[in-house]
Each structure stands twice: as C-alpha cells, then as structure tokens.
C-alpha cells in the first residue's frame, strides 16, 4: 500500500507543479505547501491503538493516511 502511496503523492505533486509553472503572463507562481513531521509513526499509532482500543482495526490509507475502526464493547 506503500507504493500506490508514493506513486500517488509523486503524480500529484508533479501535475501540481505544472500548474504552477503555467501562469497567463509566464510568470511562475510562488507556492510553498506546509510540511509538518508527523506526530507519531504508522507503527506508533498503531501500537497506541491496540492498546488504548482493543480490536481496533488500523488501515494504511493513500497519502500517507489511515483510517482506524473501532467498536464499543456491548
């Protein structure tokens, strides 16, 4: 799932960047996307949920997302 990630954000930035480049008067558009680190790893997370939620189930996502799914015990 990784690699659909990568390739995703690769694409993405890509056609991004040709837009950029293409303004009416030829001028290039400034433009600077703000990058945080990440909190907490994939593995962090889903350690932490495993123990704070049991029987969550933790799914990578595209672009570096994921989605975690948890049930309240009856």
């Known amino acids: 799932m990784t690699e659909g990630a990568t ?5 993405h930035r890509a056609a991004s960047a ?3 480049r293409g303004a009416a008067d030829g001028t290039a558009v400034s433009y600077q996307s703000p990058v945080r680190p990440a909190p907490l ?6 350690r932490l949920a495993a123990r704070l ?8 996502r595209l672009y570096w997302r994921y989605s975690l799914i948890w049930a309240k015990p009856g």
Do not use: I, K, M, V
């Open 41 to 46: 790893t994939y593995r962090d997370t889903r």
């Open 18 to 20: 040709h837009q950029r």
């Open 7 to 11: 390739a995703g954000n690769q694409l």
């Open 53 to 60: 939620l049991p029987g969550a189930r933790f799914r990578r």
